[in-house]
């Protein structure tokens, strides 16, 4: 069902074109289109369509399509192309004026926009200069003192910008831009939002090649970064410039990041003054790891970038220490305890025992469960493999909540296992499953830096630190024990 949810704005439009619409395979030419681009860059771009009625029948058909149109001067030169390989149509209205007269409108939100503004007098020579938009991070912030001049102008004055070298040899400049705009009430509205400003060969125009290149080494490295500041971050679009066009992107299919940070005690999950060396340390550490995927689930696990609720952040961050388990037990081929070969030999064994077992309760419907049970013997449990990989890191998580194993409490795996089993806990003991939560999240923050080469005693989740000063660790064992009675 289509939302009936109106943009309501009262922005000016940006661009008015006559548009090519593909819906379905077939194009749809000459489509009236209002573009709003956001002034914000972490907004996204709108589409108004005003369709005639037959236009409006072959749109409806479908909830999503692609344009492409151009803008050409009274030069009759191209002047600006704008084209978007996906829209999802996400509002249609249609007012009936009379027997035949309609007025149509459709809403659009366009994914991967791309316009791009033609030079008049073109330079062939010139690399592109590309400015990457950030979501917030304080950590690769530049900090900035401020000051006003004799003639009233403000001056800001960067006292240091952050440079990195990505894996491609790519220098980033981390700096903040500004923008101003005039409200309703003829004041000025002036905010900041965080850059990366790089030169590449690649011209402003290939959006395509930027976007295959650069945004996955990009989004790793900010990954890094959301790690040590614990504030997912991520590049949102760009403005790329040489001397041809002037091209703007819009991410597409991308869950903009609400540029919040995790709880910490003090600035994240290692101080400011050692982000730069955690940065040096540990993304060619990353670089370097065998399965990035394990290592990108549990980053996002800890840093998600978006409100959760206290059982969705539990369960994705358990989620997100089994993936690097997991990663693991291949690793050190910690999986099965036999061979398929072997198995199959014991498991033939084992199922004529049972079957030899003299007892009448054991008929046949409840050898076959039994049977059906019989794989999981083979394999190695995630306790065992858990305790290995600690081992292996020489990581000490005795002072949390147990994960796996306890005479004297539930577990963090019991706690998974009852909600993701369907049984969600009541609400007397939100408090106790916070207090895993942030229990888990220490674990994985410290198999993170361990796996990852920075000293955990530089980080936030050293156990003296979080001793003295984290909430969760001091009432531990009062929620531990209300949750093992209630359990």
Known sequence: MRSKRKRKTTQKEDYVVNASLIVNNEEIPSVPCRIYLPDRIDEKPQM????????????ARSFKGSLKAEIIGFD????VSIETPLIYFRYMS????GPDLSESTLWGDPQHLKIIRYHRNSDHTKKTSLVLWISPNQ??????????????SIVCERIHQFTFTIQ????????KHFRSVDTTDDKLLQWSFLVACV??????????????????EIDDFLLIASLGSRTMTACLGWEAIDGLTITTYYRGNYTFPTGESESSIDQGLVWKKDFEDFMQTTYPKFLTFSNKNALRNAINSVVPGRETTVEQSFLSM????????LDYRRRKNLEFIFQESEWKKFNSHLKLSIKQYDNKQLDKEKRSLIYDKLRELNRISIRYAFEQFCSELKLDLTDLWPVFVSKQTVTLSDIRNRIVHGDPLPSELMNALWVARENLKFAIERILVSILGWPIKKSEVNADFLGRHANALKIMPEQQAKISDML
């Open 318 to 325: 358990f989620a997100g220490l089994e993936s690097l388990i």
């Open 168 to 175: 491609s040899g790519m220098t980033l400049k981390f700096d």
């Open 94 to 97: 249609t007012i009936h004026w």
């Open 48 to 59: 108004e369509f005003r369709p005639n009625k037959e236009q409006y029948k072959r749109i």
């Open 76 to 79: 009759k030169i191209k002047q």
């Open 139 to 152: 950590m690769l912030s530049p900090p900035m003192i401020q000051s006003t001049s004799y003639t009233g």
């Open 199 to 216: 030169e590449v060969d690649t011209p402003a125009n290939e959006v395509e090649k930027l976007r295959d290149k650069l945004l996955p």
